[in-house]
């Protein structure tokens, strides 16, 4: 039985290093917004959560359930690993692999409520958040 190389070895830790399918392995999208999610009081006294998926999706959502509430995306890109949408039907922000992140990825979303500012598994429970 021949023992595996120095060589064999270094690059099978280069591979799983530099997989993008890897990166996020065993974590869901939903896992990745929560985890990028920070939310803090502002000045005027609104929430304000700012949300980082990845290495390129960035959005805030201040004031969220409040008639002058906005949502900002300073970094969202079909083409990178994470962007997001905002739904017309149920005002949720929908977070969902992008292009970069691999096919078998694309069904994983996360979706964020513009009410509340919080983030759910399914747009059935985002819609109907309070």
Known sequence: M???TRFTLLMVV??????PS???QG???YDLVVAGMRCSQ????DLECDYRVGRS????IVAPGKPDGSIYFYSASVQSDYF???SLSNGCVIVRPGQSSGEKRQVDLAFVSTRNGKVYRTA???SQAK
């Open 14 to 19: 280069l591979l799983v290093a530099l997989s």
């Open 84 to 86: 997001a949408v905002v």
């Open 22 to 24: 890897l990166t996020a």
């Open 124 to 126: 059935r429970d985002c």
């Open 2 to 4: 021949r023992r595996p």
């Open 57 to 60: 999706l960035y959005f805030t």
């Open 42 to 45: 502002n000045s005027r006294g």
């Open 27 to 29: 974590r869901t999208t």
